[in-house]
């Protein structure tokens, strides 16, 4: 079983900066990929970012390429997301994934584990 706890969600302006942080809990960390996924009011849960069991390897959505950063402490059981220049429209539920097995993805269902989710409000 694995645990997953998201923090650094908030109400910011547009063009602000947020840390979304990830703290796992369960396994041993570095043996698994993991995630980060955002749900907006009315829409499905899309993937943001996602990051290989050593942090060599990162993936990004095109939405945000080039403003967010995903990265790992595997000696802190951690993951972040850090976000810059920030629109409204990256307003969501921001969740953190764990997958246990196989390469990286980004499509939900394959995903293991989930956080309960940190809520991020970005206002014009």
């Known amino acids: 079983q694995v645990r997953l706890v998201e923090s650094g969600g908030g109400l910011v302006q547009a063009g602000a900066s947020l840390r979304l942080s990830c703290a796992a809990s369960g396994r041993t960390f570095s043996t698994y990929n993991m995630g980060w996924f955002r749900q907006a009011p009315g829409k499905e849960r899309e993937f943001v970012a996602a990051?290989?069991?050593?942090?060599?390897?990162?993936y990004y959505a095109d939405s945000v390429k080039g403003r967010f950063t995903i990265s790992r402490d595997n000696a802190k059981n951690t993951v972040y997301l850090q976000m810059n220049s920030l629109k409204p429209e990256d307003t969501a539920v921001y969740y953190c994934t764990a997958r246990l097995w196989g390469t990286v993805v980004t499509a939900p269902h394959e995903y293991d584990y989930w956080g309960q989710g940190t809520q991020v409000t970005v206002s014009s």
């Open positions: 990051i290989s069991r050593s942090g060599g390897n990162t």
